[in-house]
């Protein structure tokens, strides 16, 4: 069987998938033999082409030489997931640019994606949209989230696990006396992803409105995903280079020494957008050859320009009771100055995708067998 | 200044990095603004080599064209951290074979990376070495760790923040009678790193011996860098398949589900290797066209081969208060089967490397100070 005859699987793939009890573990389906146990000049011999499965489902039985192993395939599961079967594309893992939905601000203006808390966690479809639109559009707006303290947390723990770290379980971005970073201040943050500095990065952001009495203090979403594939319409290269150019982030206080050399636009292998990091408080000293430098630094003010332009930037206000959940491995976030009258607060907190993810999963798979 | 004058850095990088106290915040160092706010058509205008930094250091001024912002670099800066200024190579971000010390069991056998507990939380150099080993090698045992319920948990936030997971914030590994996962049998486990089917991957794994009276259950070490590195030198080709096919990883059971599409090497935009996935447990089906799928799996068993060499793996045994503490991007770990007479049991847990390299920066800081 060789990769000219596309109505047959590579011998290695099919095998690697044998669904038999001895290479799958029944209780929990992981597999119980390593690629290299299998035997050398593995090849198909017999085939049967209408042999049941265990449990009845049609199937395709396949005895393999040189080890006589028998595995029966169920016939849909071959259909959908064989090398060049034609089926219906295979879902991905939900994080590059291939499974999201891309925005401007045009695009969300008067529809953005919300729920009200009550509804949220009374409801089991309200809570599917909302991580839905997390992982589509890259956000969501609870509304009347009680306004008390620690809350932020709980609205976490609906869908998967807080993310501690070096500012704390929560933090409290209001204005501080000494504050170790901007955020703590008065002062307008421009788009930014946060903690580029980390890696892994906290791939989610939670912030909860407890206060908002100052004028100015409203907040702007940005999606990097777009950003990043205007950018590589306008100017492949200036793409390519910020993809390839590992840039150093850094935050230090007195208890704290944190660094990490990110490209600001990082591919999958397949070159797909995965991960933006921006950040001009944070981004630091770039030790590249010269060339590399001008070349960087053309592509990274491109890429500002991009990011920084209005029609991009989504504007709304947070009031007491809303929680903003959004990717930060996606979207930039920012906020206006504000004034010195009037108190704002609110609480922030660290989560990851992958929880809110796996819980999304769920809520999918029982939805499909109610 | 253009690209070919190498004695003059770039202008947007000189000028990106001018620390005066309108560029950069001095209370926290951060950047007070954009790219974008550079003014177009940059330039040095007037120079002055002996010009002292605001603390009396020796420094050289620059006063900027078209809009005579002023900017005065410490010297020493400049020569250390200049493009093409050709002073010693600048330190990475520490997560890239380029930080590390590769190994094979040969290299360690006799010389385990290991402290005892109490010198760990007594003495700072200690606890700077057994950090610093984690960093380098990929793993620090920690012996004499009092074998208590929950103390696993106590370890990690001597160095940093416990990452929660479906699993809880500690994971038991024993023999359970309804397994979600093999780990949780009596079975032998072959060397892998754990949840590749996460991302973000947690990045470091605690496993804290509370009891291994069982015949059997020894563990065991390989440096996925390491084997990679070889792969590399041996079969170029393979590598580079390894380094783009996204594969995926799946794991699921009544309450969760998850799912990520990562290569098995990750690489960053330089060709560093930066992250090994390896679980033949948990690898899932893999979606790419015929020819695709044929030279990963020719890859896939390469690979295998490697790190499965007896050779790469280094074997000890866990006894009642160990703790050990590995790298889960870079690390597989295994276990041999153990006999049904005898209890084993490890605590475990998750943490990430963001917090113990920064806890590890501060201690070097601290020590380079006193």
């Known amino acids: 069987m060789t990769a000219t005859e596309t109505s047959r699987p590579p011998a290695l793939w099919l095998r690697d998938n044998c669904p038999c009890a001895d ?17 050398e000049g593995l090849a198909v011999g017999e085939v049967r082409e209408d042999m049941p499965t ?26 959908a997931h064989a090398p060049g079967a034609g089926g219906p594309p295979h879902p991905g893992d939900g994080r590059t640019e291939a499974d999201k939905e891309l925005w401007t601000a045009a695009d969300l203006r008067g529809r953005l994606p919300e729920a009200s808390w009550d509804a949220y ?33 709980d609205v976490a723990r609906t869908f998967g696990f807080v993310r501690e770290t070096n500012y704390g379980e929560l933090f409290e971005v209001r204005v501080e006396a000494d504050p ?9 943050i421009t788009p930014h992803t946060d903690n580029p500095y980390r890696d892994p990065v906290p791939t989610l952001q939670l912030l909860h409105c407890l206060n908002n009495e100052a004028r100015g203090g409203d ?5 990097g995903f777009h950003a990043a594939a205007l950018l590589r319409a306008q100017d492949p290269d200036a793409f390519a280079v910020l993809t390839r150019v590992p840039v150093e982030f850094a ?33 630091g000293t770039l030790h590249q050859p010269a060339p590399v430098v001008e ?32 990717d930060n491995t996606r979207l930039l976030h920012a906020r206006t100055a504000f004034a010195e009258s009037g108190a704002r607060h609110l609480q922030g907190a660290y989560a990851d995708l992958d929880g809110l993810l796996s819980t999304l999963a769920v809520l999918r798979r029982e939805g499909n067998r109610s």
Chains 1, 2 share one sequence.
């Open 23 to 39: 290479c799958r573990d029944p209780r929990n389906g992981q597999k119980l033999f390593q690629i290299t146990d299998l035997p």
């Open 54 to 79: 265990a449990d009845g489902r049609p199937g395709r039985e396949v005895v393999w030489e040189p080890d006589g192993h028998r595995s029966v395939y169920p016939a849909d599961w071959l259909a």
């Open 121 to 153: 966690i009374g409801d089991r479809r309200v809570r599917e949209g909302t991580l839905e639109s997390v992982s589509r559009l890259g956000f969501a707006l609870l509304r009347g989230v009680p306004p008390r303290d620690r809350m932020v947390l």
């Open 180 to 188: 170790n970073n901007l955020a703590f201040t008065r002062a307008r």
């Open 219 to 223: 907040s702007g979403l940005v999606d």
């Open 251 to 283: 935050f230090a206080d007195a208890r704290t020494e944190l660094r990490a050399h990110r490209p600001l636009i990082d591919v999958d292998g397949l070159g797909r957008v995965r991960e933006i990091r921006f950040n001009n408080r944070s981004i």
């Open 295 to 326: 070349e960087f630094y053309a592509a990274y003010r491109r890429f500002a320009e991009l990011l920084l332009r209005p029609a991009l930037q989504l504007d709304f206000r947070l009031t007491p009771g809303d929680c903003l959940v959004f």
